[in-house]
């Protein structure tokens, strides 16, 4: 089996992403696992001073949306920040998206909303973006009753990270950009881009094979939404997407299509800042009491807050810790 040394201050990846979820053997594992993560998640409690809710969605054609909430006890207008987790689009959400989400509620005065969209093998594309859509535009038909002041972060981490850079490039389109978009080891390209990354480190942590199959259950029904809202780096036009935090791990298959993405923005003028950080892995930052991960989340804290106040002057175009 092929070995990694990743950076000395990790401890090292779990064994969750050798999970084959197109596995048919495997799907009462995964339907219990899924579960135990949902029960970990609804019994949570915040940190002082933060309050954690859930608030059902309503989506358009009927039913409702779980959305979860992190957010400052009082009724000021703050800014949103639109959390989408990952989990190849099979996970839900996880305790450690809650607690990144708790350090960024507190560092950027943020209200933190975390949808639990639709999830693979049932609900193949376009189902999680629709859902994901629907709470960005919540966010801003429903700005008063959610105590927002009007501006909307997006933050996608490995899947989550397709889904936010597609729901940016949307929101751009229908004239309702966000302030900014953070992108962590995010998911970009499916198979047609070929990149160097996706063979070095085609055993890391998040595998080709698991990338690969991830992408065919995704895609099941093919593209029906323009390419660059499912598939960002299929995208035509990347002019006008708004400020954007990357943050490409070292040691990850992912890699190269982060800094593909980051070289298309600033070829569109997009102020970038990508900060590659050698030796780390895919979903590295679940370990979120490691001291690492705790200064890597508030370097993501300090690029999102220029995205709130560019009138701050440190904003770097590109920062490798």
Request: hydrophobic share 40%; with cysteine; charged share 20%.
């Amino acid at each position: 089996m092929e070995s990694f040394v990743y950076r000395r201050e990790l401890k090292g990846p779990g064994p969750i992403n050798k999970i084959d979820f197109a596995n048919p053997a495997l799907a009462p594992l995964v339907r219990m696992t899924a579960q135990n993560l949902q029960k970990e998640v609804r019994a949570w409690q915040p940190p002082a001073g933060l309050r954690f809710s859930c608030r059902d969605v309503p989506v358009p054609g009927g039913g409702t949306l779980p959305c979860f909430m992190l957010e400052p006890t009082d009724e000021t207008p703050r800014p949103a920040l639109l959390y989408l987790h990952g989990g190849a689009f099979f996970w839900p959400l996880q305790v450690s998206a809650l607690q990144l989400a708790a350090l960024y509620a507190q560092s950027l005065g943020a209200r933190v909303f975390l949808p639990e969209y639709r999830l693979l093998p049932a609900h193949p594309a376009p189902a999680a973006f629709a859902d994901c859509r629907t709470v960005y535009t919540a966010l801003h038909s429903e700005a008063g009753t959610l105590h927002l002041d009007g501006r909307v972060l997006l933050y996608g981490e490995s899947a989550g990270g397709a889904l936010a850079a597609g729901l940016a490039a949307w929101a751009r389109d229908e004239g309702c950009p966000p302030a900014g978009q953070a992108l962590i080891y995010p998911v970009l390209d499916d198979t047609r881009g070929q990149y160097p990354s996706r063979i070095r480190y085609a055993n890391a942590v998040w595998t080709k094979k698991s990338n690969d199959m991830m992408w065919r259950c995704y895609l099941a029904n093919g593209c029906p939404l323009p390419e660059g809202y499912l598939i960002p780096l299929r995208g035509h036009d990347f002019a006008n997407l708004p400020p954007t935090y990357l943050e490409p791990q070292g040691m990850d298959a992912l890699h190269d299509e982060a800094v593909a993405y980051a070289g298309k923005l600033t070829a569109a003028g997009v102020e970038v800042d990508c900060n590659d950080i050698p030796g780390s892995y895919h979903g590295f930052d679940a370990d979120t009491d490691n001291p690492f991960v705790q200064q890597t989340a508030h370097r993501r804290s300090s690029a999102m807050r220029w995205m709130l106040d560019t009138a701050q002057p440190d904003f770097q175009r590109s920062v490798t810790q």
